[in-house]
Protein backbone atom coordinates (compact mmCIF):
# COMPACT_ATOMS: atom_id res chain seq x y z
CA UNK A 1 0.00 0.00 0.00
CA UNK A 2 2.73 2.15 0.78
CA UNK A 3 6.31 1.54 -0.37
CA UNK A 4 9.20 3.43 0.71
CA UNK A 5 12.14 2.10 -0.89
CA UNK A 6 15.92 3.27 -1.89
CA UNK A 7 16.22 5.63 1.44
CA UNK A 8 13.59 7.33 1.26
CA UNK A 9 13.86 9.82 4.08
CA UNK A 10 12.06 12.10 6.23
CA UNK A 11 8.77 11.68 5.18
CA UNK A 12 5.49 11.98 7.40
CA UNK A 13 2.44 9.44 7.12
CA UNK A 14 -0.42 10.95 9.74
CA UNK A 15 -3.83 10.30 9.65
CA UNK A 16 -4.78 7.90 6.82
CA UNK A 17 -7.28 4.91 6.70
CA UNK A 18 -5.29 1.79 5.20
CA UNK A 19 -7.41 -0.89 4.19
CA UNK A 20 -6.48 -4.09 2.99
CA UNK A 21 -8.64 -6.76 2.20
CA UNK A 22 -9.78 -9.28 -0.32
CA UNK A 23 -11.24 -8.63 -3.25
CA UNK A 24 -14.85 -9.10 -3.28
CA UNK A 25 -15.93 -8.98 -6.65
CA UNK A 26 -15.49 -12.01 -8.87
CA UNK A 27 -13.83 -10.78 -12.01
CA UNK A 28 -11.43 -8.89 -10.32
CA UNK A 29 -10.34 -11.78 -7.59
CA UNK A 30 -7.35 -12.79 -9.95
CA UNK A 31 -5.73 -9.44 -9.76
CA UNK A 32 -2.44 -8.70 -7.29
CA UNK A 33 0.40 -6.84 -6.63
CA UNK A 34 2.19 -9.79 -6.55
CA UNK A 35 3.62 -9.05 -2.58
CA UNK A 36 2.98 -11.61 0.16
CA UNK A 37 2.09 -11.03 3.24
CA UNK A 38 5.94 -10.96 4.79
CA UNK A 39 6.35 -7.67 2.73
CA UNK A 40 4.15 -5.53 4.89
CA UNK A 41 1.00 -3.11 4.00
CA UNK A 42 3.83 -0.09 4.88
CA UNK A 43 7.41 -1.28 3.86
CA UNK A 44 9.90 1.51 5.13
CA UNK A 45 13.53 1.90 3.99
CA UNK A 46 15.25 5.36 5.06
CA UNK A 47 15.79 7.37 7.92
CA UNK A 48 13.84 9.45 10.18
CA UNK A 49 10.71 9.03 8.35
CA UNK A 50 7.46 9.44 10.44
CA UNK A 51 4.15 7.12 10.91
CA UNK A 52 1.77 8.39 13.30
CA UNK A 53 -2.01 8.40 14.02
CA UNK A 54 -2.58 5.92 11.40
CA UNK A 55 -5.98 3.33 11.36
CA UNK A 56 -4.50 0.03 9.61
CA UNK A 57 -7.38 -2.50 8.65
CA UNK A 58 -6.15 -5.80 7.57
CA UNK A 59 -9.58 -8.08 7.28
CA UNK A 60 -8.81 -11.41 5.43
CA UNK A 61 -9.74 -14.83 4.90
CA UNK A 62 -6.57 -17.02 6.19
CA UNK A 63 -7.24 -19.25 3.69
CA UNK A 64 -5.95 -16.17 1.30
CA UNK A 65 -2.79 -15.33 3.28
CA UNK A 66 0.33 -15.94 1.17
CA UNK A 67 3.01 -17.78 1.94
CA UNK A 68 0.38 -19.98 3.47
CA UNK A 69 0.39 -20.33 7.26
CA UNK A 70 2.40 -17.07 7.62
CA UNK A 71 1.57 -14.54 9.98
CA UNK A 72 0.70 -10.97 7.89
CA UNK A 73 3.32 -8.13 8.48
CA UNK A 74 1.68 -4.40 9.02
CA UNK A 75 4.64 -2.13 8.82
CA UNK A 76 7.94 -3.56 8.08
CA UNK A 77 10.94 -1.57 8.41
CA UNK A 78 13.66 -2.97 5.96
CA UNK A 79 16.52 -0.55 6.62
CA UNK A 80 17.77 3.24 7.82
CA UNK A 81 17.34 4.47 11.26
CA UNK A 82 15.62 7.19 13.48
CA UNK A 83 12.19 6.04 11.99
CA UNK A 84 9.02 7.04 14.37
CA UNK A 85 5.78 5.03 14.56
CA UNK A 86 3.64 5.79 17.11
CA UNK A 87 -0.11 6.10 17.88
CA UNK A 88 -1.39 3.48 15.35
CA UNK A 89 -4.37 1.84 15.19
CA UNK A 90 -3.81 -1.43 13.65
CA UNK A 91 -7.30 -3.88 13.57
CA UNK A 92 -6.73 -7.20 12.41
CA UNK A 93 -9.37 -9.59 11.35
CA UNK A 94 -10.54 -12.70 9.48
CA UNK A 95 -13.93 -14.48 8.34
CA UNK A 96 -14.81 -17.97 7.96
CA UNK A 97 -14.70 -18.38 4.14
CA UNK A 98 -18.37 -18.98 2.77
CA UNK A 99 -17.12 -19.20 -0.83
CA UNK A 100 -18.45 -16.09 -3.41
CA UNK A 101 -21.64 -16.00 -5.39
CA UNK A 102 -20.18 -16.21 -8.66
CA UNK A 103 -23.39 -14.80 -10.15
CA UNK A 104 -22.27 -11.85 -7.86
CA UNK A 105 -24.53 -9.04 -10.36
CA UNK A 106 -21.79 -6.03 -9.60
CA UNK A 107 -19.16 -4.61 -7.59
CA UNK A 108 -21.45 -2.44 -5.64
CA UNK A 109 -23.22 -5.28 -4.24
CA UNK A 110 -19.69 -7.44 -3.63
CA UNK A 111 -18.86 -4.43 -1.48
CA UNK A 112 -22.05 -4.34 0.57
CA UNK A 113 -22.23 -8.07 1.06
CA UNK A 114 -18.59 -7.74 2.22
CA UNK A 115 -19.20 -5.38 4.77
CA UNK A 116 -22.10 -7.04 5.95
CA UNK A 117 -20.58 -9.55 7.52
CA UNK A 118 -18.60 -7.93 10.06
CA UNK A 119 -20.77 -9.71 12.76
CA UNK A 120 -18.67 -12.46 11.56
CA UNK A 121 -14.91 -11.40 12.49
CA UNK A 122 -12.17 -12.77 14.40
CA UNK A 123 -9.20 -11.48 15.84
CA UNK A 124 -6.45 -12.37 13.15
CA UNK A 125 -2.91 -12.70 14.76
CA UNK A 126 -0.21 -10.15 13.22
CA UNK A 127 2.85 -9.28 13.54
CA UNK A 128 1.69 -5.05 13.57
CA UNK A 129 5.80 -3.77 13.45
CA UNK A 130 8.35 -5.75 12.10
CA UNK A 131 11.93 -3.57 12.43
CA UNK A 132 14.53 -6.10 10.93
CA UNK A 133 17.88 -5.91 11.97
CA UNK A 134 19.46 -3.75 9.21
CA UNK A 135 17.76 -1.15 11.00
CA UNK A 136 18.21 0.75 14.28
CA UNK A 137 17.60 3.92 16.20
CA UNK A 138 13.71 3.55 15.78
CA UNK A 139 11.39 4.41 18.45
CA UNK A 140 8.13 2.45 17.95
CA UNK A 141 5.18 3.48 20.42
CA UNK A 142 1.52 2.56 20.68
CA UNK A 143 1.25 0.42 17.86
CA UNK A 144 0.99 -2.70 19.13
CA UNK A 145 1.60 -4.98 21.93
CA UNK A 146 4.84 -6.81 22.72
CA UNK A 147 4.00 -10.11 21.09
CA UNK A 148 2.81 -8.19 18.09
CA UNK A 149 6.31 -5.94 17.66
CA UNK A 150 9.16 -7.62 16.82
CA UNK A 151 12.61 -5.78 16.81
CA UNK A 152 16.26 -5.89 18.54
CA UNK A 153 15.07 -3.96 21.75
CA UNK A 154 18.77 -2.91 22.58
CA UNK A 155 19.13 -0.65 19.62
CA UNK A 156 15.62 0.46 18.83
CA UNK A 157 13.32 1.75 21.85
CA UNK A 158 9.58 0.05 22.02
CA UNK A 159 6.51 0.92 24.53
CA UNK A 160 4.02 -1.45 23.42
CA UNK A 161 0.11 -1.26 24.35
CA UNK A 162 -1.36 -3.72 26.86
CA UNK A 163 -1.53 -6.86 25.49
CA UNK A 164 -5.76 -8.14 24.62
CA UNK A 165 -7.96 -9.33 27.41
CA UNK A 166 -5.40 -7.31 29.76
Known amino acids: MLVFKDNCSENLVSSNHFLRDHEPWPPMQKYDNG ?17 I ?39 ATSEASEGQDAAEESCFSAQVGALLTIDKLET ?3 ITVLVEKESYQNTILDTGSDAQV ?5 VNACRATPSPGV
Open 35 to 51: LDDLYGLLYISGNNNSV
Open 150 to 154: VLDRS
Open 53 to 91: ANHISETIDTQYITPSGATPVIIHVISGKGNYISDNHIV
Open 124 to 126: LDV
